[in-house]
């Protein structure tokens, strides 16, 4: 009798409670229409999910519609709702630079990520604001010098030799898809660049699968629970950290023992202990001790030499899938590439292509930056309005709204014949890149610019020489297969499937 009575009292409330979810709905409706306005977008929203499932099941699909709706429009711009938020899309160039040009803390935040910072941990340096931003980037430069870089190429170059010959022995006359090949190749890459000899093999094993686990958890809805790939990656990205970090100690006892740097993290902490020394020795004649603990822990820089290896993962490996197919679809270009390099390098000769030489390989490197600007791999660089923000004379963007420039939109604004991919824009003769360089932002704009740049244009200049060079290759051609696929960054859809046989005449090896 007691479970028939709760059940009839429980019955008696559904209809208000039925009318209070529905009320509910409709003001998180309302909200949405208001924060909309005239923007185009979709004028009814599921409730709290709003098209997170149409981005996650077809990103292709969701950014070009919001991509299509903004171009349709004066001002540039499209809206959307996801997971609770209020999404702008940006397509217009200069509307993108007005978002670069103020991450400050009363207007836009830099996320990276729409959930990056749960992801990625406060760390990371796209979250950090004036002078502390300011200080960091002043600290990084050291790793970038002519001297780091030049230590970086011949790393680089012995890995990407290394893989190569392994995707030959692979291919065994059958078409093979190279992004999974590509990935890896990177990953081994950034490993030893910036951690060297620190990494050992069963560290380096753990170090893939937790990378693995944090690539898949990029694409994912942001369930932070467990058994679900977003509390996986969030995981992941901490034991990474815990493994840099020791990392990080490995070398401060290299380096104070005075040992040249071998890895971008000796680089680095060469700088930290030479700032240490300055700090403490300006500290005994003043008396002053309150400053000794300028320099970064060693968590610290574990968490920055993540942040690095994100940057340079994914974004490298879709330039290069990228470099290959379009070479393959120019045959022209290709072999002006080929042409170029022989001039320079010897594949025979046992020696790896020098900083000297890189730098007189000009048409090499405009391949190199016009792939990047035709397939900028990271098409949009999420930031969050802090504040209210007039973004034109029409309208303000209401705080909270996560706001997409699109640096793939501006990467067409401009350029003579944005479509067609040219290297020779980036000759001395047109100077493209220079007349148009606002609408050249595959690697930002502003404070938050990448400081890195140089190290992945030479990244993708080696691989291009070197692929070029070593490797006849031929994609195996079917519909759709240019494509693009978003894995977070764009990649081709058949994951660049390709006929690959050997074209020296003796594989080189390079110490």
Not at 225 to 230: I, Q, T, W
Not at 357 to 380: D, L, Y
Not at 411 to 440: A, C, H, I, L, W
Not at 459 to 472: E, G, K
């Amino acid at each position: 009798m007691e479970l028939q009575s709760i059940r009839a009292n429980f019955s008696e409330y559904i209809p208000y409670v039925v009318t209070a979810v529905g009320f509910l709905l409709f003001l998180e409706q309302i909200s949405y229409l208001k924060r909309k306005k005239f923007l185009p977008g979709p004028t009814l929203v599921l409730p709290f999910i709003g098209n997170a499932i149409s981005l996650v099941t077809n990103p292709t699909k969701f950014w070009d519609k919001q991509s299509s709706l903004a171009k349709s429009t004066p001002l540039g711009i499209s809206s959307n709702y996801i997971i609770g938020k209020f999404i702008v899309y940006i397509y217009s160039t200069e509307l993108s630079h007005k978002i670069f040009a103020n991450v400050r803390p009363d207007a836009f935040h830099l996320i990276g990520h729409p959930f990056g910072k749960k992801l990625f941990g406060e760390h990371n340096l796209i979250y950090m604001f004036g002078q502390d931003h300011k200080d960091l980037r002043r600290r990084i430069a050291p790793n970038f010098t002519p001297k780091a870089l030049a230590t970086y190429t011949s790393i680089q170059q012995r890995i990407i030799l290394k893989h190569l010959k392994s995707w030959l022995e692979e291919a065994g006359g059958k078409a093979i898809p190279l992004r999974i090949l590509c990935r890896d190749m990177n990953l081994e890459t950034s490993q030893t660049v910036f951690v060297g000899p620190y990494l050992s093999g069963e560290a380096r094993n753990r170090f893939n699968v937790d990378y693995n686990f944090f690539n898949v958890g990029l694409m994912k809805l942001p369930i932070d629970l467990p058994g679900f790939a977003f509390r996986n990656a969030r995981l992941a990205v901490q034991r990474l950290v815990d493994t840099l970090t020791v990392c990080a100690e490995e070398s401060e006892k290299k380096m104070q023992h005075g040992e040249e740097p071998t890895c971008l993290i000796d680089f680095w902490m060469q700088e930290n202990l030479r700032e240490k020394a300055e700090i403490e020795a300006k500290s005994k004649e003043s008396g002053d001790h309150a400053h000794e603990a300028s320099k970064y822990s060693h968590e610290e820089l574990g968490g920055h030499l993540f942040d690095f290896l994100f940057a340079a993962q994914d974004a490298s490996t879709s330039s290069l899938l990228w470099a290959i197919a379009l070479l393959d679809s120019h045959p022209e270009i290709l072999e002006r590439v080929r042409s170029e390099v022989s001039k320079y390098w010897n594949p025979e000769s046992g020696e790896p292509i020098t900083a000297e030489q890189m730098r007189e390989m000009k048409f090499t490197e405009a391949v190199a930056r016009e792939v990047i600007r035709i397939r900028a791999p990271a098409t949009m660089v999420p930031h969050i309005a802090g504040k209210e923000f007039p973004l034109t004379e029409n309208y303000v963007i209401p705080k909270g709204t996560i706001v997409f420039p699109s640096v793939f939109d501006s990467s067409f604004q401009g350029f003579t014949e944005p479509d067609r991919f040219d290297p020779d824009r980036f000759m001395e003769e047109r100077q493209e890149d220079r007349v148009y360089k606002r609408n050249f932002l595959a690697f930002g704009a502003g404070a938050h610019q990448c400081v890195g740049q140089r190290y992945a244009i030479n990244h993708l200049m080696l691989f291009i020489a070197m692929f070029s060079t070593l490797v006849n290759f031929k994609r195996e051609r079917m519909d759709g297969c240019d494509d693009i696929a978003y894995v977070p960054t764009i990649v081709p859809k058949d994951d660049c499937r390709v006929f690959l046989s050997q074209r020296c005449k003796k594989f080189p090896t390079v110490s």
